[in-house]
């Protein structure tokens, strides 16, 4: 039976742990974080996601989590998870992915399957990756199979989620297809080299955020021309071809779409070309929130105030709907916005409860006299607009385009959504 190890035991390395499980593999955890491993070991999530809950609950005895790296040595594969993120000049911090791949150089057995499933730039598993594995001594094999995980998407799993694969010859690309090929019930696409894998994740994250760019930007034009932008989506999607729904937004969050781009546009730039539109399109998705708190400013000077004393609730810090994910959440720029021009704000999350000011959306609502709605959690797209008359809410900044703006207006609140008046 295949022994594997699954360094990071995140969004990303949990769910393939619990799948090699479920296959019957022999399955190592390892993670830095001692609570993580201690909850896993126990068969409880770390992440409040119901789906992997159950499946972490199921796995609980054939998953060996640790805090350190002795399992590698009992392991014919092993897979690389680690964050891969930006530091705060969008630069990549390829630290986690370094010090892991040290760590199995420590412990790697000879012939074992190493497989990256980080998001990195095209020539890290080459430039970064083989010179630190290459220091163990022992015959290896390395590939790179970029992981394709959806937070919260019931209809796309690690299960069923096509992947491509490539290795650094010929033997590891075919070992890593091998492995693949066992777990996942979907086509896995062999390509030339592990540059290539890199290159196609890469660009299939940069797709999403330049799109979203695109949107953004329409959105904010047809504004000014009191053009609904939804209505024009709409229009646009009967074409059964070439044009592809995407949607305005308070901004871009995630591990993926708004750093995945950074990657690409610093490995260029070292080799001498300038992504000039992949760097637009990031400038426009992270200008966003403040885009959305200008909207609020707007609405205030109709009514004759200032931003400076308003109380303003802000609904949602996570980045997207129905997770309790808050990295690189564009709510925490629309806070830190609204903080800097010195309005009073309160925030609500109901699935990250432990860093909203109240305790329910109802308190919030009694104590501001503003909304930013930051994320379309399914809890705020039923809000009963009857109660933000009854607390005399006056304006409402819908930044996911996801509220009733014609049922809003009709009780006299104020509404601006994202290419929608
Ligand atoms: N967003 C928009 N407008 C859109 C789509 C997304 O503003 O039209 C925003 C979201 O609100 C969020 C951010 O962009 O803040 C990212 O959203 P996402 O739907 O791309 O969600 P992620 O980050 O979970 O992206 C994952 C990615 N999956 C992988 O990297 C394997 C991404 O490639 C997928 O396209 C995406 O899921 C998906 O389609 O759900």
Redesign the pocket.
């Known amino acids: 039976m295949a022994s594997v190890t699954i360094v990071g035991l995140g969004y990303v390395g949990l769910p393939l742990a619990c799948l090699c499980a479920e296959k019957g593999m022999d399955v190592y955890g390892i993670d830095i974080n001692k609570n993580k491993v201690d909850q896993i070991n126990k068969g409880i999530s770390p992440i409040n996601d119901p789906d992997l809950i159950e499946e972490v609950r199921k796995s609980k005895g054939k998953i060996k989590a640790a805090d350190n790296f002795q399992a590698i040595k009992n392991s014919s594969v092993v897979i690389v998870c680690v964050p891969t993120p930006v530091d705060d000049r969008h630069l990549p911090d390829l630290k986690p992915l370094k010090d892991a791949c040290i760590s199995i150089s420590g412990h790697l057995k000879e012939n074992t399957l190493v497989v990256i499933e980080s998001?990195i730039y095209p020539g890290t598993t080459e430039e970064i990756v083989l010179p630190i594995l290459k220091k163990s001594d022992v015959v290896f094999y390395l590939a790179h199979c970029?992981?394709?995980?959806?937070?919260?998407?019931k209809k796309?799993t690690v299960k069923n989620?096509p992947r491509v694969v490539a290795g650094i010859d010929k033997k590891s690309t075919e070992k890593a297809y091998e492995f693949y090929k066992k777990i996942i019930d979907a086509d896995i696409t062999k390509l030339s080299s592990a540059k290539a894998a890199e290159a196609a994740?890469i660009m299939?994250?940069t797709f999403?955020?330049v799109?979203?760019a695109f949107?953004?930007e329409m959105a904010m034009s047809f504004d000014k021309a009191g053009i609904d932008i939804l209505e024009i989506i709409k229009g646009a999607s009967t074409k059964p071809f070439a044009f592809m729904?995407?949607?305005?937004?308070?901004?871009?969050?995630?591990?993926?779409?708004?750093v995945?781009p950074y990657y690409l546009i610093e490995k260029a730039k070292q080799i001498g070309f300038n992504h000039r539109f992949l760097s637009l399109a990031r400038e426009i998705?992270n200008n966003?929130p403040h885009y959305t708190v200008q909207l609020l400013e707007e609405e205030l000077k109709k009514l004759k105030k200032g931003i400076k004393g308003a109380k303003v609730g802000v609904l949602g810090l996570a980045?997207?709907?129905d997770?309790d994910d808050m990295r690189?959440?564009?709510a925490l720029k629309v806070i830190e916005v609204l903080k800097e021009k010195q309005a009073e704000v309160l925030v609500f999350d109901p699935y990250i409860r432990e860093k909203s000011d109240v305790k329910e959306l109802s308190t919030l609502l009694g104590k501001v006299e503003y909304i930013i709605l930051a994320?379309?959690h399914s809890m705020f797209r039923n809000i009963d607009i009857g109660k933000l008359k009854e607390n005399n809410i006056k304006i409402v900044i819908d930044g996911?385009n996801c509220l009733n703006k014609e049922k809003i207006k009709k009780i006299g609140i104020a509404y601006r959504g994202i290419g929608q008046r």
């Open positions: 998001t970029p992981e394709r995980i959806v937070p919260g998407n796309w989620l994740k299939e994250n999403r955020d799109n979203i949107i953004n729904a995407h949607y305005p937004g308070v901004g871009v969050g995630g591990h993926c779409i708004p995945d998705n966003m980045y997207k709907a997770v690189e959440s564009p994320a379309d996911r």
